[in-house]
């Protein structure tokens, strides 16, 4: 018998997160299972999250203006956790449906309009609907949760930007802050690189064109052994949190693919003791070693596509297999990178905070 789990949109095995809502529907948002209880949660902290990933907060993301104020729904009481299911909701505001009458029968090209279509026989055109980028303010949202959880244990995620098409930043992710991502609109903290970025992605914005790019993000103060082998090892499951997002087409883990072309003599991570903690000198192993957390930093790039509903005339088909030419309108991320850094942090929380639930659960 086919045992089907919410088909797609549930993530996570202790710590559970089910997303729901469509970009031109009434709502998105999640319900969280498992969650532990007494933990301290405050409103405003799971919506300034959402205030990092919102349009419409810079000159170089999409203008649609859309407040996305979340509401707790359920199993939050005196700002703390209940313990019990928490149902996290953001009603949609800034919907304009005339913007995408123009795809309501044409395919976008490098978009989910067609493959939706054959696998459904019916599609959600106004927006994209679970293909909008809308669908991870429930991720958002739950991460913050997640984070919070993953901070009892003295764990934090922090994300950045580090290169928007050839412009690349040196960030070193032992001392980068919080503070220095969100200094610029474009969240790379090498100041100058920001700034050649932001130029960067102005001059494909006004050609009606879009760039892609690469986010780093590294999670300190992970506690050793969450993971499990072998199918639920750690990078594999940040690997399939990270690639079910929206536009990103490849992950590295630590050294990565730059790792291929060093001798095992040179990429080897030497172990030392620090006053009766087990390090390495090197980390080009990314906090990871057998699919389980070594108490090192965990260090991971996403790789994001330019986005694909670019401003210019485009040949494709229509639902019929027509040859047609797609004059696309709307309101667009010219670049999906700024955005993107709020939902990457949201996705290794959930996944760390998952094994940590799992790592108690099996080993105390
Ligand atoms: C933060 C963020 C913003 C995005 N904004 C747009 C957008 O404005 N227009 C668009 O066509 N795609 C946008 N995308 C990407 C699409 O949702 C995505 O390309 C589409 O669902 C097809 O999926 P795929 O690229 O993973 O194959 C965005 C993605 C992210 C992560």
Redesign the pocket.
Known sequence: MLRCSGMGSVFGTVFRVTTFGESHGPAVGCVIDGCPPRIALDVAEVQRELDR?R?GQSRI??Q?QEEDRVEILSGVQDGVTLGTSIALMVRNQDQKSSDYEEMRTKY?P???DY?YQAKYGVRAWQG?GR???R??IGRVAAGAVAKKVLASVGAEVLAWVRTVADLEASVDPATVTAAAVEANIVRCPDAAVAERMIALIDEVRKAGD?VGGVVEVVARGVPVGLGDPVFDKLEADLGKALLS?????GLEVGSGFAGTRMRGSQHNDPFYNEAGRIRTRSNHSGGIQGGISNGEPILLRAA??P????LRDQDTVDESGAAVVLHPR?????C?????VP?VEAMVALVLCDHLLRQRAQCG
Not at 245 to 249: R, T
Not at 336 to 340: F, I, Q
């Open positions: 990933r349009p993301v999409t649609r976008r490098s978009h989910a493959t994209g293909a909008s980028a669908e991870t879009s997002l929206p536009a990103c087409k994001f596509k986005t694909a509903t670019i709307g309101r667009h991320d010219p999906v990178l700024p955005r993107a939902i």
